[in-house]
């Protein structure tokens, strides 16, 4: 089965659907989502976008900030081009009917409530209450669902990437392979353009504040495909998640901090003013740290975050849905802390691109968390990530239509599913997928060392040949393409972080706890080129 499209678009988050409605100005987009269109990570978000709308900020302060939080790694000029877009962005959503949460000033005027987050040195994130993911994704949604040029394909995954020099032609994308998971029949889909917007790849650790489609498709895709991955050693692990057995993983927002909230021990002791002189907004990596050797010190399960100081209204108006959430597991934030515990949440690294999008195959691009533009470095400050879809799906939205070409489709075979049967031994990806995880959690998480790394690595490569055997000999399936991909992803942080000697950042190493100003460059690997500093 054969299907062509002008942009084909793999992902339904912020930065694939802000590129699909500037793109679909120029032609027919096809926007691939392997569950349902608002299953993305863009849903999940809490805290809001970050931005320079008050007139007591500056593009030049965002800028520090986040170079600050990066670590020695961001590209400036990156940063700068992003910060300074970012207002017009905001205003693109707002146009487009997404209701931010608004304040009046002593004089009645109406103006954008503005949070602050850990690593910002002003009030610079606005939100939606604390659901600003779900509210930005509706507006898009609408938007995109009302455009006559943009189709969706809900319950589809793709497959792999569709490059000619695999059939023995240029270096070029020209489409993927999508699995309809509903009919089992996998679709040869061409296009003039192909973009990933896949999203990050937390499910690779056994506990994370993202949604079960985070399998680092885009990423996983890419290197397969033939693509440079940059600094995948730098996965962020977000400070607080709320600490429930029956909780999954429910991400407590960093704007509770940005309001006041203390992190304390059990016996209330407010530790952040020993770790950092942010204290509870120190950036990301810091406090995830503190929080696991304050954990590992005193041998709890959890640390607490206390937002008692404030009056019971306030907490209620301000983050309904946390509160709410909380209350479901008998956790009354307006009466005492909540239990917390650090979980997977950013992967800054990712599918190397320029300032438009373009990544090192032609015809391929890549935005918002899939990629990696030289924004985020060695550690993504808060709410610098919706505002990362939004800059770079526009920018390389205006750049596809030039690049498109009008020539006739390309000879390509449809999928072949050779000798390959239907599987009777599911508990073959069920037993790889938990074991990934977990090992990913021990071995290669907040804390490394060279031992746990190596270990890490001779594991994967185990795996990697039983799911390459079982790949092979059993007709696709979600469950099989999702435990590929975050294999594939898995055997990459542990290449880069292997290939750091060096802490720097989201990657702390016992064997080397000094930062050093000579290895401040990109980790990079390619396919039959393994991971080296650039």
């Known amino acids: 089965m054969r299907e062509t499209t002008d942009f084909l678009v793999l992902g339904s988050g912020i930065a694939g659907l802000t590129l699909a409605l500037r793109a679909a100005e120029d032609g027919d987009v096809t926007i691939v989502t392997k569950r349902g269109r608002a299953d993305a990570n863009t849903t999940w978000a809490q805290g809001g976008i970050s931005a320079v709308l008050d007139p007591t900020d500056s593009f030049e302060a965002h800028t520090a900030d986040t170079l600050t939080a990066g670590a020695g790694l961001c590209k400036r000029d990156i940063v700068e081009l992003c910060v300074r877009e970012g207002p017009d962005r905001i205003a693109d959503l707002v146009a487009l009917g997404t209701r931010f949460t608004r304040a009046v000033d002593a004089e009645g005027n109406s103006h954008f409530e503005l949070g602050r987050e850990g690593g910002h040195n002003a009030r610079r994130v606005v939100h939606a209450g604390d659901i600003t993911g779900r509210e930005v994704e509706r507006a898009l949604l609408e938007a995109a669902e009302a455009h006559p040029r943009i189709r969706f394909l809900e319950q589809h995954m793709a497959v792999d990437l569709i490059t000619l020099s695999k059939f023995g032609g240029p270096d070029v994308c020209v489409g993927a392979y999508v699995l309809d998971t509903q009919r089992a029949v996998v679709i040869t889909m061409l296009a003039r353009q192909t973009v990933l917007a896949t999203g990050g790849a937390g499910k690779v650790y056994l506990y994370t504040s993202n949604p079960d489609v985070a ?142 999008g373009r990544t090192s195959i032609p015809g391929l691009w890549a935005v918002g968390e899939v990629s990696c533009t030289g924004l985020h470095g060695a550690n993504r400050l808060a709410s610098n990530s919706l505002l990362e879809g939004l800059v770079f799906g526009r920018r390389a ?17 449809d999928w072949d599913i050779g000798k390959a049967a239907p599987s009777d031994e599911a508990v073959v990806v069920t037993q790889n997928w938990d074991e990934l995880r977990r090992l990913m959690w021990n071995y290669v998480g907040i804390v490394r060392s060279n031992r746990r790394l190596q270990r890490a690595a001779r594991r994967i490569a185990l795996l990697q040949e039983e799911i390459r055997e079982y790949y092979w000999n059993h007709l696709v399936t979600l469950d099989m393409l999702e435990l590929r991909n975050i294999a594939t992803v898995a055997e990459l942080i542990v290449a880069s972080a292997l290939c750091r000697k060096e802490s720097r950042g989201l990657h702390y190493t016992l064997d080397h706890q000094e930062t050093e100003a000579a290895l401040a460059r990109d980790s990079v690997v390619k396919r039959g080129v393994g991971a080296h500093l650039r």
């Open 215 to 356: 399998t680092g498709d885009g990423i996983a895709m890419a290197y397969r495909a033939g693509a440079e991955i940059a600094n995948m050693e730098f996965y962020q692990f977000h400070p607080t998640v709320l600490y429930h057995p029956q909780a999954k993983s429910f991400l407590i927002s960093e704007a509770l901090r940005g309001e006041g909230g203390v992190l304390r021990l059990e016996d209330g002791t407010a530790f952040m003013k020993k770790h950092h002189p942010m204290a509870d907004l120190a950036p990301r990596d810091v406090v995830s740290r503190a929080i696991d050797y304050e954990m590992k010190r005193t041998g709890e399960d959890c640390v607490w975050l206390d937002m008692t100081h404030h009056t019971a209204d306030f907490l209620r108006q301000r983050f309904p849905n946390i509160h709410a959430e909380c209350l479901r597991y008998g956790v009354d934030m307006t009466e005492r802390p909540i239990p917390v515990v650090p979980a997977a949440h950013f992967c800054c690294g990712g599918v190397t691109t320029d300032a438009w």
């Open 397 to 413: 939205a205006e750049h596809l239509h030039a690049e498109a070409g009008h020539e006739p489709w390309p000879e390509v075979p």
